[in-house]
């Protein structure tokens, strides 16, 4: 799983036309201890949790929810070994 994320903002016109608006929204994350997000709209993990970004433009905002979780570093397993018999029928 990724650790970034760009978003992408399309502002949908009265007129039927609609525009990518990504570089001219601003953003706001609301928790910054598990995402952030830049002024260009990429959303960068920080820590496990849930946030939700928010994209303003034109005095319309949309949001994205956003889920982080921990990376697995490593696994154990246990026994390391492991001696059967079959048992006679």
């Known amino acids: ?5 760009q978003l992408t ?3 949908n016109f009265a007129s039927g036309d609609s525009q ?4 001219d929204a601003s953003y706001e994350s609301s928790a910054t201890g ?3 997000v830049s002024a260009t709209g990429l959303i960068t ?4 949790g849930s946030a939700t970004v928010t994209a ?3 005095g319309q905002s949309g949001t994205c929810d956003v889920t982080v979780t921990d990376s697995v570093e490593g696994l154990s397993v246990s026994p390391t070994t492991a001696a059967l018999d079959v048992e006679a029928a």
């Open 1 to 5: 799983m990724a650790s970034t994320q």
């Open 34 to 36: 598990v995402a952030t």
């Open 9 to 11: 903002v399309t502002a």
């Open 45 to 48: 993990a920080v820590a496990a």
């Open 20 to 23: 990518d608006v990504t570089a």
């Open 56 to 58: 303003t433009y034109g």
